[in-house]
């Protein structure tokens, strides 16, 4: 983590907690900072929450503020038409989203989101003046054989590509399958590693704009290793899934990464 590069704390919520729920959740978290609870300041740290899309209005307003960003965890391609149960980015802004989750694992197996895909529904993100968080991983197997590097170079090359020069617009996310929901996490070091060879990726295809590509990573992220991510050379933050439903767990995060007052 470098000091140009603004550090991203993301919540991403999946098929979980209702509208009363995640309204009861945003409130609480609004008491507490109240109350003094630690909220890093907005332009040292950005959090964002991915809420289920029947909850994206309703907590948008709270989030913002507290400044927080709201991110939907999904896009469809187009502005408008006879696309049933499609989203647009349009919509999603007219909504307040902040940001879009693009190309996570669970979209690419179950909705069979090829890469190409991914990479337009990025560009349809920036579009929408919002900003992609892309997810990028390989699976257990594709790590056995070596192949790390392979299968994340397609996936993230196909995004370089359909957003060139996107630079400080884009956040990427090193998500490894083997390591969503399993409770074993990638080692700091080895994310950190793939992380650095993503932001090589980039400059060879964006040149000096690169520079302000932030990179998180996600996968089994908790209040116990959240730290080690957070300080890694070339990590810029994370991307939690089951450990931001709870409330302790979030703040708990949160408040580890809250930067220390000035002096």
Avoid at 53 to 81: F, K, R, S, T
Avoid at 162 to 181: D, H, T
Wanted: with cysteine; charged share 20%.
């Amino acid at each position: 983590m470098t000091p140009e590069r603004r550090p991203m704390l993301a919540a991403n919520w999946k098929m979980h907690k209702s509208v009363p729920e995640s309204l009861a959740f945003v409130r609480a978290w609004s008491r507490r900072v109240a109350d003094g609870a630690a909220l890093p300041p907005r332009d040292r740290v950005e959090l964002v929450l991915c809420p289920t899309l029947p909850a994206l209005w309703p907590v948008a307003g709270p989030l913002d503020a507290m400044g927080v960003g709201v991110g939907a965890q999904n896009i469809d391609l187009g502005a408008e038409g006879a696309v049933t149960g499609g989203v647009s980015g349009p919509l999603l802004a007219e909504a307040l989203a902040t940001h879009v989750i693009v190309g996570h694992s669970e979209r690419r197996r179950l909705f069979g989101e090829t890469d190409a895909v991914v990479g337009a529904k990025a560009a349809a993100v920036l579009s929408a003046g919002l900003t992609p968080i892309v997810c990028v991983g390989e699976s257990s197997d594709e790590r056995r054989a070596g192949q790390t590097r392979e299968v994340v170079a397609r996936q993230l090359t196909a995004v370089l590509d359909a957003v060139a020069g996107g630079g400080e617009r884009v956040v990427v996310a090193y998500e490894p399958l083997w390591a969503i929901g399993t409770g074993q996490g990638a080692a700091p070091a080895d994310a950190s590693e793939v992380a650095g060879w993503c932001r090589g990726l980039a400059a060879a295809a964006w040149g000096s704009a690169a520079s302000g590509l932030r990179i998180l990573y996600g996968g089994s992220v908790t209040r116990d290793n959240i730290l080690g991510f957070w300080h890694a050379d070339e990590i810029d933050g994370a991307l939690v899934g089951g450990a931001s439903l709870e409330m302790e767990s979030w703040l708990a995060m949160v408040h580890a990464v809250a930067p220390a007052p000035s002096a």
